[in-house]
């Protein structure tokens, strides 16, 4: 963003990157595969690189109202200086915050989660997905992130995504409204889990499991960093593949 | 003459003592914040007549929505028939409408006995339902002592009280057949027109009347107690569900609310031009969040007295369902226990509940001089509240729109802002934002992968 800023150029849309898509490896590849639908899609897109924080999600719903206004009044700092109109996230924390949560600080934005701008991208024609790819007739089902669904009632654009891969979607017993947490949420990836029967993301892997798919579609780093332990931990990693929506498409297409 | 007496008196009874409960319950519930309505007005007035009034969240299960609605229409439907018990119980007189009515009399009447069958039918497959299906969401923990009976309670209500309706009906339909003197005649009620002949046919006049009587005053009756009942029930939601879905946020689910004390103190502490006596040193530390009902916002206290104690919450939550012990509608409950526990003791006047260095000078115990020690952390662990993954399932399954997750949240806030407590786990990701501005503590930079990415290509 610096850069372009430097170049006096105003990118069509901030990619919000999130701290699970800049750091961690699993999530990094989500974060690359977007990137790569973005320039074949020939969005002018822009980062924020080393000046972009953490939205504060974790620090806020665990209740440290403190840390989470310094980082996001820092954030809004910089957005604002930049004059940040757009922003896309990839991870559905990210965007329910930036989206319900920075207005009220004084940040205000179109903010978009990357389920719904690669569903624009499609119905507009900018990137075209490959019939017959590496999809076809698979078996995938599709997990609803909390965030995604419930907290901002995005059901359909993912799924509509989905459906343009070919693919046979088989939903797990609870979906859409009603689908199961994965047992991240709250900061709750932060800590260690209360005492009780079973984890909550060993529940949702089972639903998972039940449908019989091969995929399972996602798109929250948390998410696919807790179905993928379900899934392991279930000793399926072989014959079950947790991926993102943008790797969906990316390795669909080729890109 | 003796009957229209005792009837005023045992009238005027039964309301002045609902009035004395129903004007705690209101009380109660002032004991939370004021908070601010913000908001369409007339999305308000859409949620309470189609989520209230419409019952629309209760038809995503579709066989428990169309019992529960008969039930609820012929409790309405009653009311109207109430209006003329009253008249008739005041002036001494017989179906006081009917003459003037008319046909629209009979067709009145007969619609209350149809829904008041199927409200028999519903309670008897409630009855069974709460008692012999053994569904888990009616016996978890928070489910024992008064929940239970509460819930079955007014299932025997209801019955008791369509007994009285029907013997009242009955006995009336075979005392006209018989031309007796006060029963004029009235058209065919519904169901009473063969019931009435089937039960008491071939009865005579005086025990036929004495049946009559006593359906009546059954009826009533059970109405009083049932007006007096509700303040301590879970039942209350037949009244408290509209104004709770009047007032129910609109805001989405996914929005936490803001907290302007310390989005300011933050601005401040980050504007270099503000001055520093901006913000007084020695006053005392404010306390954030909530750790008791005072905390709340009147709207919390409000969705917690009208919690119908269903545990569809409970069901889809993800730590309830896998074994933790969080449960959303018991957090709701004892929200509604603790401000009744408050009320109470307000009501007691006793000045050892006024706070101890205010007690000396102390006349009057008011909710501002409150303290007895206690607070909602005595009836919600840490446990449950840490248990909580924010994920709304709660919320999109309430049938009234409560929000389970707003209290928890609060007493969250009570807990890391105002006593520095909570999990240990949190502490370095807390540190990491604070220092680092992410929530890991790496060494790579923030835009490592970007290099990576631009190296691949
Ligand atoms: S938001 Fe919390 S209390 Fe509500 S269902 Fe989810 S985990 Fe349970
Ligand atoms: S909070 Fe709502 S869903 Fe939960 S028990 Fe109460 S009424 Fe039922």
Known sequence: MADMAAEGKTPEVLFWVGCAGSFDARAQKVTKAFCKILNAAEVDFAILGKEEACTGDPARRAGNEFIFQMTALQNIEVLNMYNVKKIVATCPHCFNILKNEYPELGGKYEVQHHTEFLQGLINDGRIKLKEGGAFEGKKITYHDSCYIGRANGIYEAPRSVLQGLDNDLVEMKRAGSRGLCCGAGGAQMFKEDEPGDKRINTARTEDALETGASIVAANCPFCITMMQDGITAAEKSESVMVYDLAELIVNNNGF | MIQQIIFALVSIGAIAYAIKQFSSIRRNIMLGQDVEIAGDTGQRIQNTLLIAFGQKKMFKRIIPAILHLFVYVAFLFTQIELIEIFVDGIFGVHRFFAPYLGSLYTFIISFIEILSLGAFVATIAFLARRNLLKLPRFHKNEMTGWPQLDGNLILYFEIILLIGIFSMNGADVVLQSLGSEY???????????????????????????????????????????????????????????????????????????????????????????????????????????????????????????????????????????????????????????????????????????????????ATTLTKENYDDGKSLFDYITREEIHACTTCNACVEACPILIRPLDPILKLRRYEILTESAGPGDWLPMFNSIENTGAVWQLPDARDKWRDEMLEES
């Open chain 2, 183 to 361: 029963y004029p005649q009235t058209g065919n009620f519904a169901v009473s027109s063969w019931l009435g002949p089937a039960l008491f046919g071939g009865l005579e006049e005086s025990t036929l009347i004495g049946i009559e009587r006593f359906g009546w005053w059954l009826h009533i009756l059970m109405v009083f107690v049932f007006l007096n009942y509700l303040p301590s029930s879970k039942h209350l939601h037949i009244l408290l569900a509209f104004p709770n879905t009047y007032f129910a946020k609109l805001t989405p689910p996914g929005e936490m609310e803001n907290m302007p004390t310390i989005m300011n103190e933050v601005k401040s502490m980050m504007d270099p031009n503000a001055a520093m006596d901006d913000v007084p040193m020695d006053e005392e530390l404010p306390e954030f969040g909530a750790k008791d009902v005072f905390d709340l916002g009147w709207t919390d206290v409000l969705a917690a007295y009208t919690c119908t104690e269903c545990g569809r919450c409970t069901d889809v939550c993800p730590a309830n369902i896998t074994g933790k012990k969080l449960s959303p509608r018991k957090i709701m409950m004892d929200i509604r226990d603790r401000a009744t526990e408050i009320g109470q003791n307000l009501d007691s006047g006793d000045l050892k509940w006024v706070k101890e260095e205010l007690r000396a000078e």
